[in-house]
């Protein structure tokens, strides 16, 4: 079974604060993606990634950014916490064949909460 | 423009009734595919369904089908005799273009479908 595994379940952070949230998959996957989940607006991706060392920015990436050293790990940063990146926040990777990427497997989600 | 737009934030539907999730996407490109995600109270994603722009038949896994009309620009799922364990929410996304024409890995999501099953 894929698993994609983000390393905390729960987070409180302060305005501010220099926030990492961790993603780590064990099937070799070549994308990795970061979305925010918000009551009444779905997901929204926020940045992904189809290799290592590549990054592309999704549709809401201002206030975030991303690292991919190594295939299976891919982090989300958050460069200065502010109220408003208070959400949930999921990490997915997915095969890609024949150039297109095939479903994503998902973590289990990280709640993020600035205070 | 919204890629991806579900209609309906919630619909009930009473127990082994069928009902329709509606989807409908906006893409130029010709090689695109959807997809069809659970998401129980939980909060796990499961991946349910996948259609692919040029595949000549409808999904169908079990009692999910997709109903796909492309020159509609929609991706309907329809679940068939519905149980109190679809209850949940459902989100339909997308994925454009390849890699040859510059896209291929980013996939779009809508804002999901609450469902309720009711006895």
């Known amino acids: 079974d894929v698993k994609v595994t983000q390393s905390s379940r729960y987070l409180v952070k302060r305005t501010g604060e220099k926030v990492f949230l961790e993603c780590v998959q064990d099937m070799d996957h070549e994308n990795m993606f970061w979305y925010r989940q918000d009551p009444g607006l779905g997901l929204r991706l926020i940045y992904f990634?189809?290799?290592?060392?590549?990054?592309e920015k999704g549709d809401i990436p201002e206030g975030y950014s991303v690292s991919r050293e190594k295939k299976e790990r891919f982090s989300l940063i958050l460069e200065s916490a502010s109220t408003n990146q208070t959400s949930m926040y999921l990490c997915?990777?997915?095969?890609?064949?024949?150039?297109?990427?095939?479903?994503?497997?998902f973590g289990q989600g990280t709640r993020l909460t600035v205070v | 423009a919204q890629k991806i737009t579900q209609t309906q934030p919630g619909m009930f539907v009473q127990e082994k009734e069928a009902v329709t999730l509606d989807c409908t996407y906006d893409?130029?490109?010709?090689?695109?595919?959807l997809f069809w995600y659970k998401q129980p109270s939980s909060g796990e994603m499961i991946f349910l369904i996948y259609?692919?722009?040029?595949?000549?038949q409808n999904a169908t896994e079990g009692r999910y089908s997709l109903n796909f009309q492309k020159a509609r620009k929609s991706a309907n799922l329809v679940i068939s005799a519905s149980q109190l364990g679809d209850s949940a929410m459902y989100f339909c996304?997308?994925?454009?273009?390849?890699?040859?024409?510059?896209?291929?890995?980013?996939?779009?999501f809508g804002t999901g479908t609450q469902l309720k099953v009711e006895l």
């Open positions: 259609q692919g722009s040029y595949d000549e």
């Open positions: 990634s189809y290799d290592v060392k590549m990054k």
């Open positions: 997915a990777s997915s095969l890609r064949v024949y150039g297109m990427a095939t479903e994503a497997f």
């Open positions: 893409t130029s490109d010709q090689s695109y595919g």
């Open positions: 996304a997308m994925r454009e273009g390849t890699i040859l024409t510059g896209g291929g890995n980013k996939l779009t």
